[in-house]
């Protein structure tokens, strides 16, 4: 069994930064990948980044491919997912989740509650 609490959401504004964490409970974190969704009001919940249980291979969505990064830290039990530049149309909550490696949400049995992240204009 594997908790999950995501922290870092926030209000930023369009361009800016904002870096948000995912710790996990449980000794057996490092032997899940760990994903990022995201679901914006009224639309459907979509992929947004995934990294292998050993760090060593990652996998974004093509809308944040090359503005956000995907990392962990086995010894604290902990993912990360750096956003920058961001823009208004990644207002959306953020779900971290833990299972296989993948795109697909059904790849993961284990999910976060969510953190809000706003971008203004």
């Known amino acids: 069994q594997v908790q999950l609490v995501e922290s870092g959401g926030g209000l930023v504004q369009a361009g800016g930064s904002l870096r948000a964490s995912c710790a996990a409970s449980?000794?057996?974190?490092?032997?899940?990948?760990m994903g990022w969704f995201r679901q914006a009001p009224g639309k459907e919940r979509e992929f947004v980044a995934a990294?292998?249980?050993?760090?060593?291979?990652?996998y974004y969505a093509d809308s944040v491919k090359g503005r956000f990064t995907i990392s962990r830290d086995n010894a604290k039990n902990t993912v990360y997912l750096q956003m920058n530049r961001l823009k208004p149309e990644d207002t959306a909550v953020y779900y971290c989740?833990?299972?296989?490696?993948?795109?697909?949400?059904?790849?993961?049995?284990?999910w976060g509650q969510g953190t809000q992240v706003t971008v203004s204009s």
């Open positions: 989740a833990a299972g296989s490696y993948g795109f697909s949400e059904y790849a993961y049995n284990y």
């Open positions: 449980g000794r057996t974190f490092s032997y899940y990948a």
């Open positions: 990294i292998s249980w050993s760090g060593g291979s990652t």
